[in-house]
């Protein structure tokens, strides 16, 4: 066995960059705070059964798991979300809504080795808005997660998307098609194969309208003039009440000014059963993948028996220091202003550095060497 | 500035041929010389060659923007990226064969297939409920069950003579591949204006194609 080697998709933090994750993070929590957020622990290690629920079985099954010693299978958080709906249910089921609460945690997933997302360790920043519906919550996250991004450094280099799943779940409910063909066509609008996408909905006994307003999901990625087409193109009255849903958020994104930060992206149907409304993912130049994701959930707290509506999304800790140190390679040293203290006679030493220490400067120990 | 890695080989002049069309030309002097990556003539456009299942690699970490690769490839990396168009080129089919056809319905007990797609193999037996052994190999692996390391190759066919020559008779057809445009997913977002004029380009010259 050889004990110099890490698990694979695990890493050290070291010297600099471990000063600017931690930054990242404060900065993070500061926002939070500045939003009226509550901080929140979770416990690392939680039943399995919580995440099944809390997740769905599907994401659930990358976390590691363990058997406690009655046999109940745990597993290493793999969210931290599923958590927090749990004592939104339970302990603070009497608190007064909404409840604003954040966290910053290391999530725990199995990856495939070599894909973009190789980490199995990541540090979720994220937050919950639950108990209360509307769009006003869908924009406080939406301007939460913006600022986060600005605050940090990022500028112009991200972008969220919006969608809302009742588009996809309003066309292709029409359809009553099973499981197995609806999340079939599910992924090739996700992965917009356009192509496999034609090919199945001709094989569909389906009206050419309805064909079509499916197809152009695909193409529906953009600012507002995607969500004009949307209107012109799809018929179907569930998706078109869930398109004119985003009109309005757009309206205030663009009253905002706020509009290029900002992108409607229909073809975004991953986690669709996770999500109940908005859902938003955050990219970032200079990440190959969704360094962000987040959205409504109102299905989630009935899991543990209490219905209401929640909101929320974690970025990921990692990938954005890992940006974020890439464009900007000098981010303090932690050289400044030592005073170093030689180490003569071990009172006289010390006596000086608790001196010094209570002045709040920053001193090192020095050696006789 | 978008970044385009393309696979080496079989489907490098197609590819090479259908931008160029689309107006991403590569001077001569580029053509002619031995590097890896090149830029093209306006300056907007670096091309990168690589070998086909690294295509997916580079796209799905971002370092390549966009790229031109198989769909066997793409089926058997299972890489996160975006696969907005078929370009038509370098089509070929992915096959199950065997010098005697029946031995697929025969072998109940364990069947033996030698591959280079050893994802899609598992995946294509697994649906069907037939248990197999599948070997992993890199290359001729027509040679597989002439020798007997095998019952049957799952292997990509364009004109069959490969097959036949070694004795192989085509079971079933897995799938078509043909050369498909991946974008990775950051790009698709934030170079939405540059990916959509390079996606609208290779549309018009593909649909010009299919007209006549």
């Known amino acids: ?369 | 500035m978008i970044t385009i890695a393309i696979s080496k080989g079989r489907m490098q002049d197609d590819a090479i041929a259908l931008l160029a069309e689309a107006g991403v030309r590569l001077s001569a002097a580029a053509l002619a010389s031995r590097k890896l990556a090149l830029e093209d003539e306006s300056g907007n456009y670096r091309f990168i060659f690589v070998k086909p299942a690294d295509v997916p690699v580079y796209v799905e970490h971002g370092i390549a923007d966009c790229g031109i690769v198989g769909r066997d490839v793409l089926l058997e990396s299972a890489a996160d990226v975006l696969l907005p168009l078929d370009l038509g080129i370098a089509r070929c089919r992915l096959v199950v064969a065997a010098i005697d056809p029946k031995v697929i319905t025969r072998a109940f007990g364990m069947l033996r297939v030698a591959t280079k797609y050893s994802r899609i193999a598992g995946s294509h037996f697994g649906t069907r409920g037939i248990p197999v052994e599948i070997i992993s190999l890199s290359g001729s692996v027509e040679l597989a069950p002439a020798l007997g390391l095998s019952d049957a190759i799952v292997d990509l066919v364009e004109t069959g003579r490969t097959l036949q020559e070694n004795g192989l008779k085509v079971v079933e057809i897995i799938t078509e591949s043909t050369g498909r445009l991946v974008v990775n997913r950051a790009s698709y977002q934030l170079k939405s204006d540059e990916i959509g004029q390079l996606t609208d380009a290779l549309e018009r010259v593909i649909q010009g194609v299919n007209a006549k």
């Not at chain 1, 698990?7 to 926002?31: H, I, K």
């Not at chain 1, 659930?60 to 939104?88: C, E, I, N, Y």
């Not at chain 1, 301007?143 to 112009?156: N, S, V």
């Open chain 1, 1 to 369: 066995m050889l004990l110099s080697k890490l698990p694979s998709g695990m890493r050290y933090y070291l010297g600099a960059e471990a000063r600017l994750r931690r930054s990242v993070e404060d900065t993070a929590m500061s926002v939070f705070e500045g939003w009226s957020y509550e901080e929140v622990l979770t416990p690392s290690v939680d039943y399995y059964a919580l995440f099944e629920q809390g997740m769905g079985v599907t994401e659930a099954q990358s976390s590691f798991r363990l058997t406690d010693s009655d046999g109940r299978m745990l597993s290493l958080r793999p969210d931290v979300t599923s958590s927090v709906a749990r004592v939104a249910a339970t302990l603070l089921a009497e608190s007064k809504r909404p409840l604003r609460l954040c966290y910053a945690a290391p999530v725990f997933r199995q990856q495939q080795q070599s894909h973009a997302e190789w980490r199995r360790e990541n540090t979720q920043l994220g937050c919950e808005l639950i108990g209360v519906g509307g769009s006003a919550t869908d924009l406080e996250v939406l301007l939460l997660a913006a600022e986060i991004l600005q605050r940090i450094g990022l500028g112009e280099s991200f972008c969220v998307t919006i969608n809302d799943v009742g588009i996809f779940n309003g066309l292709v409910g029409e359809l009553n098609l099973d499981d197995t063909s609806r999340e079939h066509l599910r992924r090739l609008i996700d992965t917009r194969d356009n192509t496999e996408l034609g090919n199945t909905l001709k094989q569909l006994s389906i009206t050419a309208s309805t064909r079509q307003s499916i197809a152009s999901l695909t193409q529906l990625t953009g600012k507002r003039d995607v969500l004009e087409r949307a209107q012109a193109v799809i018929a179907n009255k569930d998706s078109l009440a869930a398109v004119s849903k985003l009109v309005d958020l757009w309206n205030v994104i663009e009253s905002l000014g706020l509009e290029k930060a900002f992108e409607v992206d229909l073809a975004d149907v991953s986690s669709l059963d996770y999500y109940t409304g908005l859902s938003f993912k955050v990219y970032v130049r200079g990440v190959g993948y969704r360094v962000g994701r987040g959205g409504r959930y109102d299905g989630l707290t009935a899991n543990f028996g209490r219905a209401e509506p929640a909101i929320g999304f974690v970025l990921n800790l990692d990938s954005l220091v890992e940006v974020l140190g890439r464009t900007n390679a000098s981010n303090g040293t932690n050289g400044n202003d030592v005073q170093t203290i030689a180490t003569s006679e071990l009172t006289n030493t010390f006596a000086e550095a608790l001196g010094r220490r209570r002045k709040n400067e920053k001193i090192r120990i020095g050696s006789n060497e």
